[in-house]
């Protein structure tokens, strides 16, 4: 690694590593990437970090960071020019809320196309695994290697509540997505103007390297939406032109369907993981390692439920929004919430986790606790 120049330790099939490298490419910040091969994670990445997670982004000054968000945030202070926080309170939540449905619940459809069509694209899913022991070997040899690795992947499936019973629900819903998107990117280059936001990085990791490259969800957004596969490939280009968010705060209607979904269906799993987690903490320290999991509970797609594991690293990401909300004076938050009451959400967001969570080191611990009589 030259002077001054990052090193972006990834694959190009894994998701968030391909939220990271369109940021970096869009900030003009000098990197590298490097193939995140065993060798690479027995010798860097868990020496530097504990965590097996990608990516991993090497910086001129020594750091290793590891969490596509803080790896976002550290950046945007380093190079603040570009900047993918819109400054008015409307189009920053709008855009904070967006990044927590990409990274977290469009890894619905993410991950039931992945391994959900392998009759359809299996040998090309194996050889994209097989590149973590040999990038460069025969395709044959990548494929019984990556049939090994990519058990573990696949493991994960149920663990998100996809199971046959879902998976009409969260094809329809990933179908009708596709259709709303679709219609704001015939509009609108990025999600609020001009220029892409925190919110358009979020999306990119899910609609980049499981939706958009795996072979059969891509022909299906090829199709079906043209002008998202558009947006993905201009995601993807290196420093593309700089220019402005919408006038006066607004986040576009085209926007509501997405908006309307999320609340009807991410945020209340994330309420009951938040009671969740407030249970589970009871006579614990602040500082204690919380586990992924707390658990099982029960979730909505369209007309379906189903049941999932309590994924505790979703609510860290929710925190993110509830606390810009709560950062803001009255002016503005009387702003953000005529905007959501346009969604039917006023006052959403006006409420803070009753048991808030820290990331030190790359994984979550207890916070701040709230009095019984504030969580209740």
């Known amino acids: 690694m030259s002077a001054g120049e990052y090193e972006l330790l990834q694959l190009e099939a894994s998701l968030y590593s391909g939220k990271a490298r369109a940021y970096l490419r869009y900030k003009g910040v000098p990197f590298r990437q490097r193939t995140a091969t065993l060798w690479v994670y027995k010798r860097i990445i868990l020496p530097r970090t504990g965590k097996a997670m990608i990516p991993v982004l090497l910086t001129p000054e020594g750091e290793a960071l590891q969490d596509t968000t803080v790896i976002i945030d550290a950046l945007e ?16 939540l709008a855009a904070l809320l967006l990044e927590l449905y990409g990274d977290e619940w469009l890894l619905l459809p993410a991950m039931h196309y992945r391994w959900g069509y392998l009759r359809e694209h299996g040998d090309f899913i194996r050889e994209e695994f097989g590149r973590v022991v040999w990038p460069k070997g025969p395709a044959l040899v990548r494929r019984a290697i990556g049939r090994q690795l990519g058990r573990r992947f696949h493991g994960f499936v149920p663990l998100l509540g996809i ?31 001009g220029r892409p936001s925190i919110g358009d990085f979020g999306l990119m990791g899910p609609l980049y390297a499981h939706l958009g490259r795996d072979p059969y969800p891509r022909a299906l957004m090829q199709r079906r939406a043209p002008n998202v596969w558009d947006w993905v490939t201009r995601m993807n280009e290196t420093t593309p032109p700089v220019g402005d968010w919408l006038a006066g705060d607004a986040v576009p209607e085209t926007l509501d369907p997405l908006l309307r ?33 707390i658990g099982r509970h029960a979730f909505r797609v369209g007309e379906r439920v189903g049941e999932r594991e309590v994924i505790t690293y979703s609510l860290w990401m929710w925190q993110r929004p509830l606390d810009a909300y709560q950062a803001l004076d009255d002016d503005g938050r009387a702003a953000v919430d005529g905007w959501l009451a346009r969604i039917d959400q006023a006052g959403a967001l006006a409420r803070p986790l009753p048991q808030r969570l820290e990331l030190v080191h790359h994984r979550c611990v207890l916070g701040r606790r709230a009095p019984a009589d504030e969580a209740a």
């Not at 999320?262 to 614990?284: H, I, M, N, S």
Request: no cysteine; aromatic share 10%.
């Open 77 to 92: 202070r380093r190079f603040p020019e570009r900047g993918v926080y819109p400054p008015g309170p409307r189009q920053r």
């Open 163 to 193: 199971t046959p019973e879902t998976a009409p629900a969260i094809e329809a819903a990933w179908e009708e997505t596709l259709d709303v998107l679709n219609h704001h990117f015939a509009r609108l280059p990025y999600l609020l103007g």
């Open 261 to 293: 979904r999320q609340f009807a269906e991410q945020v209340p799993v994330l309420t009951d993981a938040a009671a969740r987690l407030y249970a589970w903490a009871e006579g614990k320290r602040a500082g204690e390692r919380v586990p992924r999991s």
